[in-house]
């Protein structure tokens, strides 16, 4: 049932120039004493129609406006933002990536936008144009259609679209932006451009065994990266033997022609080289074999990986692909082979001991085994975080659990939903995020020399519905650590500086003030279709349990990790969170890294009510030690359209000057993968030609004949060369690599 748009409320506050804050009390951020903002309602419960619509115009340091409240003068640094460029009536989760950056110095906001380019998006349009067909069966072949993966064509593979989590990987002074269907792309920092590959196609295993131009690749969109020092794997070893720090997948989930595999990856950022190791169950010696692996984190000693709620159905993906409109036809396929996702969140434990690089590891196919450990507990989940320290081999995870959220679904139009209502066509795409359960944060204790796991659940029902992304102030990696000692390097080295004594922060966070930073989807019936409920029915029981009529709404919080307490805000009717991210005070080491800013996008549909500048999409800022008084400063702009998001990090300032990709003399970046060689058509051509005949090696070739002619027809090699000669490779022009520092061999 729709709500009633409630009466107006009071004029916002804003700060008069006589009537500024006090002083913040010592280290303290210096927004803690700016009050908090009164925000009017949306018009309805859930999910607005802002939130699928988002403008692909590329913006550079566009102003972002105060539109109430304060800019806290400690806010600097950057912003990173992925996400889908979201539009009704397509599946959100596999739009083409769009990038942001909120800049910030104090002073002023600023943002900048652009879309991730890969090669396979430079082919869509020429190929969905008809430049590779020869009449109506090659270009119904060659078409590149939404999935709710990726777009897909039959004959030539799964579009690459990172659009899900940008990563800063310290080591290689690359800045990643990854996705669950592809390869992580680098991207300039300062212009947002993709401009490589983290490993070219030969060094990762496609999920499915077919010679596809762009091979469907399955990877974990949150990579980890162990804060140490880079080093060799022992002190006699050759330079090219570097002790694993940067992990990703490489995996395939069973499908109907395919048993899966999950192999767990390093990339050495010496010599720029993917290694595989196959994972085998510790107790069966089986293959290990995961529906999804959104998320992993590092330890000290461990590797752990999060079989997620994300479980991909090839079925369902393949009629999409090859039966574009018929809309019943692909609801009765999704109904009838859907499964549903574990109830438990299921962790897999591997040694970092056991990860060697060697020859065998570089190859994708064939490469070593090694035993990962399997752990239960608590409810299905996307995402975690890992503790870097595990004293007496215990490891320390806190986990969103929502066991029955599936992203493998979307809403179509005229969708039976569990309230009794049709989706309506602005809900066309959006994923089926909110689970039909309350979830709960679950605190982990993983104690490795005992093999067994001890849990702690907490629940709040004003936070704990919808569990979806978080951001940290110190439990993932050392992420934010490693960024910030990068930041203060480059600091004290300026002649400008004024902390000449050099001193750091302490970097061990109190335990009573160690805490993770979440948002909440809330529940609303209007985005839960009725086949999703009884698909999870099984688990959640009978609907009688759901507020199916009040819902609850959307929701930013803080959660204490030692005390399991709640510290949140709950957003007005008609408002919508993505992407919070903790920002530390610049004021850093007066005031303790782990206390700042929550900077965080929302959406909601324009009203009367809404303030001038803003197009219902607003930047909003929280006090982190205060999150419950709600934002303090509200930014927007009349350009800031970008709908949903998904993940973010933080840099602090003036990083961006040193990363690859923002090179002021030109030459290349230190690593860079020659696109062209990447996709070569004529090595293409042998491969399609040669796949069918390899998988029947004692049949005469000669019967392969009509393949390799139905191939070459198909295919149409002569104006596919042309597409990637006129339409991919100018974008990727051929960059003359550094010298890493010192010459060669080893780097920082």
Not at 603 to 617: Q, R
Request: aromatic share 10%; proline share 11%.
């Amino acid at each position: 049932m729709h709500e009633a748009i409630k009466p107006p409320l009071p004029p916002l506050p804003h700060a008069a120039g006589d009537d500024e804050p006090a002083p913040a009390p010592p280290h303290m951020p210096d927004g803690t004493t700016y009050p908090g903002l009164v925000v009017h309602p949306g018009l309805r419960p859930g999910m607005p129609r802002n939130a699928m619509t988002s403008d692909r115009t590329p913006y550079s340091k566009e102003p972002l406006k105060v539109l109430a409240g304060k800019l806290p003068p400690d806010l600097h640094g950057h912003v990173f933002v992925a996400g889908p460029s979201v539009h009704a009536g397509s599946p959100a989760l596999a739009s083409d990536g769009l990038v942001l950056r909120l800049d910030f110095d104090g002073a002023d906001a600023t943002f900048s936008s652009a879309i991730m380019e890969t090669p396979s998006y430079y082919a869509r349009e020429p190929v969905n144009a008809g430049a590779t067909s020869r009449g109506p069966i090659t270009r119904y072949l060659n078409e590149f259609r939404e999935t709710t993966l990726s777009d897909v064509s039959i004959s030539l593979g799964a579009q690459e679209a990172p659009n899900t989590a940008p990563f800063l990987v310290e080591g290689e002074n690359m800045l990643l932006v990854t996705t669950d269907a592809g390869r992580p792309w680098a991207i300039h920092p300062m212009t947002l451009k993709a401009y490589t590959p983290l490993g070219y196609l030969r060094e990762w295993k496609p999920a499915i065994p077919t010679p596809w131009a762009f091979p469907l690749l399955q990877s974990t969109a949150h990579p980890a990266f162990a804060p140490e020092v880079a080093e060799p794997i022992s002190p006699r070893e050759t330079e090219s033997q570097q002790k694993p720090r940067l992990f990703f997948t490489n995996h395939a989930p069973k499908w109907p022609l395919g048993e899966g595999w999950t192999h767990l990856s390093s990339w050495d950022t010496w010599e720029n080289r993917l290694h595989h190791w196959a994972l085998m169950d510790a107790a069966t010696g089986n293959p290990v074999v995961a529906q999804s692996l959104h998320q992993i984190a590092v330890t000290r000693d461990y590797v752990v990986l999060l079989d997620s709620n994300f479980p991909i159905n090839f079925w369902t993906i393949a009629v999409q692909a090859a039966l574009p409109g018929m809309t019943r036809v692909q609801r009765l396929v999704d109904r009838f082979t859907s499964e549903r996702a574990y109830p438990q969140a299921v962790f897999w434990v591997v040694k970092r001991s056991d990860l060697r690089p060697s020859p065998g590891t570089l190859s994708r196919d064939d490469p070593p085994r090694i035993p990962a450990h399997r752990f239960q507990s608590g409810g299905g989940g996307l995402h975690f975080a890992a503790r870097y320290e595990n004293p007496d081999d215990v490891i320390t995870l806190v986990a969103g659990h929502s066991p029955s959220e599936d992203l493998s679904h979307t809403i179509k139009e005229g969708d039976l939903l569990i309230n009794g209502r049709r989706a309506e066509a602005y809900q066309e795409g959006m994923p089926t995020a909110v689970p039909v359960t309350r979830s709960s944060l679950g605190v982990h204790r993983i104690d490795m020399r005992n093999r067994r796991i001890e849990s702690r659940l907490h629940s709040h029902d004003n936070f704990t519905w919808g569990l979806t992304v978080f951001s940290n102030a110190g439990l993932v990696n050392g992420e934010l650590e490693t960024n910030l000692r990068l930041y203060l390097r480059q600091k004290w080295r300026s002649p400008t500086s004024d902390n000449s004594d050099g001193a750091e922060p302490n970097w061990v966070i109190p335990d009573d003030e160690l805490a993770i930073y979440f948002n909440s989807d809330g529940f609303a019936a209007d985005m839960v279709p009725e086949y999703v409920y009884q698909l999870y029915k099984p688990i959640v029981g009978d609907k009688s349990g759901l507020p199916i009529q009040e819902g609850r709404a959307a929701s930013f919080f803080k959660f204490y990790v030692k005390s399991g307490r709640f510290d949140g805000y709950v957003l007005p009717t008609g408002w919508f969170g993505f992407a919070p991210q903790f920002v530390p005070s610049i004021k850093l080491p007066k005031v303790p890294y782990w206390k700042g800013y929550v900077v965080a996008l929302v959406v909601s549909d324009p009203t009367p009510d809404l303030l001038a500048d803003s197009t219902g999409d607003e930047v909003w800022i929280f006090d982190s030690e205060n999150m419950s008084k709600g934002p303090i400063c509200r930014l927007g702009s009349k350009y800031f359209d970008v709908g949903m998001t998904l993940h973010t990090t933080f840099l602090p300032p003036g990083l961006g000057e040193i990363l690859d990709g923002h090179v002021p003399d030109n030459a290349g970046p230190q690593y860079c993968v020659d696109v062209r060689e990447d996709y070569n058509v004529d090595a293409m051509e042998k491969t399609y030609a040669e796949w069918l005949p390899g998988l029947f090696p004692r049949v005469p070739r000669v019967l392969f004949t009509p393949w390799r002619l139905g191939v070459r027809w198909a295919l149409n090699f002569p104006k596919l060369r042309k597409v990637f000669e006129e339409d991919v490779f100018p974008n990727f022009p051929r960059q003359r690599p550094r010298s890493p520092p010192g010459g060669g061999g080893k780097k920082d």
